[in-house]
């Protein structure tokens, strides 16, 4: 399930999902995944934040074919 789960998030991710959005309670996506001891989704948060130049070159090539 949690595999499933990564996948939405990443296609969420490059779909432009900000991952700066803070909830009700002030709380990004990474600062929950960490909470929750997520890593794997606050891993994919932290490259989406650092490559965002490869998020928007997927969409490029998408649009390209």
């Not at 490059?14 to 309670?25: L, V």
């Not at 709380?27 to 929950?32: D, R, S, W």
């Amino acid at each position: 399930v949690q595999g499933r789960q990564i996948e939405i998030a990443r296609r969420l991710l490059q779909a432009g999902a900000n991952p700066d959005h803070a909830d009700q309670d002030g709380m990004t996506a990474v600062e929950l995944a960490d909470a929750n001891r997520l890593t794997l989704f606050a891993d994919l948060i932290a490259q989406t934040k650092r490559t965002p130049s490869s998020v928007s070159s997927k969409k490029e090539k998408k649009s390209h074919k």
